[in-house]
């Protein structure tokens, strides 16, 4: 059973850099097939998709958090990483990290999740 | 970046009742199409994929249709545990976007 969890600073100060691990346990990061991505949801609110990357390295951001973004992967722990600069009290959100499934390029769907980490911006 | 649009937002219904949630497009993503549910203080899960797809594991009162830009998901007839928020997401394009989510409440 493939299992996800983030771990990081649950308080960050505002205009510093925010970052979560994802560290993913039974099943590889370097099989093909998947995408690993960063999910956020603002408390109270809808689920907004922060980019993704492939165990080879290529990542997609979403044009809106671009210019803050960068994702990483560590193929040799089995974790992928998520850093968010400049943030502000706006970027005070559960963060999700989670695969999403390639099925032969024909369906894609996000079929493991973490739990979830509650990240607050504020001085 | 396309934009999902879900109605209700929210909706009160009684156990047993069937239960419709819409999801609209605002351009046509053939069936690319999923639903998520997630329950207060969890993650979301997949309960449809490509629009009509039941997930392994997942009861079969709930369903989707729909393609193009109109779609539609329905639990048949509401259990006490479905209370839950419910979610389209598509996949036709980058970035991934998904609906404002439907809050499912029992009456």
């Known amino acids: 059973q493939v299992q996800l969890q983030e771990s990081g600073p649950g308080l960050v100060k505002p205009s510093q850099t925010l970052s979560l691990t994802c560290t993913v346990s039974?099943?590889?990061?370097?099989?093909?097939?998947?995408?690993w991505s960063w999910i956020r949801q603002h408390p109270g609110k809808g689920l907004e998709w922060i980019g993704y990357?492939?165990?080879?390295?290529?990542?997609y951001y979403n044009p809106s958090l671009k210019s803050r973004v960068t994702i990483s992967v560590d193929t040799s722990k089995n974790q992928f990483s998520l850093k968010l600069s400049s943030v502000t009290a706006a970027d005070t959100a559960v963060y999700y990290c989670?695969?999403?499934?390639?099925?032969?390029?024909?369906?894609?769907?996000?079929?493991?999740w973490g739990q979830g980490t509650l990240v607050t911006v504020s001085s | 970046d396309i934009q999902m649009t879900q109605s209700p937002s929210s909706l009160s219904a009684s156990v047993g009742d069937r239960v419709t949630i819409t999801c609209q497009a605002s351009?046509?993503?053939?069936?690319?199409l999923n639903w998520y549910q997630q329950k207060p203080g969890k993650a979301p899960k997949l309960l449809i994929y490509?629009?009509?797809n039941l997930e392994t594991g997942v009861p079969s009162r709930f369903s989707g249709s729909g393609s193009g830009t109109d779609f539609t998901f329905t639990i048949s007839s509401l259990q006490p545990e479905d209370i839950a928020t419910y979610y389209c997401?598509?996949?036709?394009?980058?970035?991934?976007?998904f609906g404002q989510g439907t809050k499912v409440e029992i009456k």
């Open positions: 989670a695969r999403e499934r390639d099925w032969n390029q024909l369906s894609y769907y996000f079929d493991y």
């Open positions: 039974g099943g590889s990061i370097s099989s093909g097939g998947y995408y």
């Open positions: 990357i492939y165990y080879s390295g290529s990542t």
């Open positions: 351009q046509d993503i053939s069936n690319y």
């Open positions: 490509d629009a009509s």
């Open positions: 997401q598509q996949y036709d394009n980058l970035p991934r976007t």
